[in-house]
Each structure stands twice: as C-alpha cells, then as structure tokens.
C-alpha cells in the first residue's frame, strides 16, 4: 500500500520558517519524481515544487521561488520543503504527492493527507 505522511505544520508569524517533511512507503522512493502542492482556505489545489528522482533537478511556483527548497533523502524515502520568510498567504494544507505526467500538475495520482501551516501577519 502507497502511503505518504507529512508533518512539520504548525503556526508561524510571516517572516518566519518551517521545514515540512513527507515519509513515504509502499512503494519505490526513488523510482519517482516527487511534488508538494497546497490548498489555501477556499482555494482550489496549487502546485508549488517538484523534485526529480535524484534530486538535483527542482522546479517551483514563482510565488515561492526564493524562499522554499525541496530536498529529499532516498535512503530514508524522505521528501522535505524547507520553507523560509512565509507569509500569510502561505497559509495552507500543503501536501506531497506524486504520480503526475508533467511538471506543475495537479493531477498527481498518490497524495498524503496534508499537514496544515497558518502564517499570522
């Protein structure tokens, strides 16, 4: 069985950070592309990094650009977004998925159940 696990929300003043972190199991870690994306409160999902299988390779949102860093650690099938000088529209249910035939798209086949981060201005 497929199974992702974030953790690392919480609540954080804007200027702050957080680093997110996704365990994952049930499948090959590093045979996959991996995302994190978001839902905002009343706001639909959006696609904010992609990671490629070893690594090296990163994309991002423009919004986040600058300020967020994906990472992971196959050995520990463990995917991070280090998320630094968050603002309040950050404010979210982030969460990692992945599955997707393209860069930048919601349609990710497996996701985790979210981990929430609220930034106060």
């Known amino acids: 069985e497929v199974r992702l696990v974030e953790s690392g929300g919480g609540m954080v003043q804007s200027g702050g950070s957080l680093r997110l972190s996704c365990v994952a199991s049930?499948?090959?870690?590093?045979?996959?592309?991996m995302n994190w994306l978001r839902r905002a409160p009343g706001k639909g999902v959006e696609w904010i990094s992609g990671i490629s299988i070893s690594g090296n390779t990163t994309y991002y949102l423009n919004s986040v650009k600058g300020r967020f860093t994906a990472s992971r650690d196959n050995a520990k099938a463990t995917l991070y977004l280090q998320m630094n000088n968050l603002k309040p529209e950050d404010t979210a249910l982030y969460y990692c998925a992945f599955g997707g035939t393209q860069v930048g798209s919601i349609k990710q086949t497996y996701w985790g159940q979210g981990t929430q981060v609220t930034v106060s201005s």
């Open positions: 049930g499948f090959v870690f590093s045979n996959f592309d």
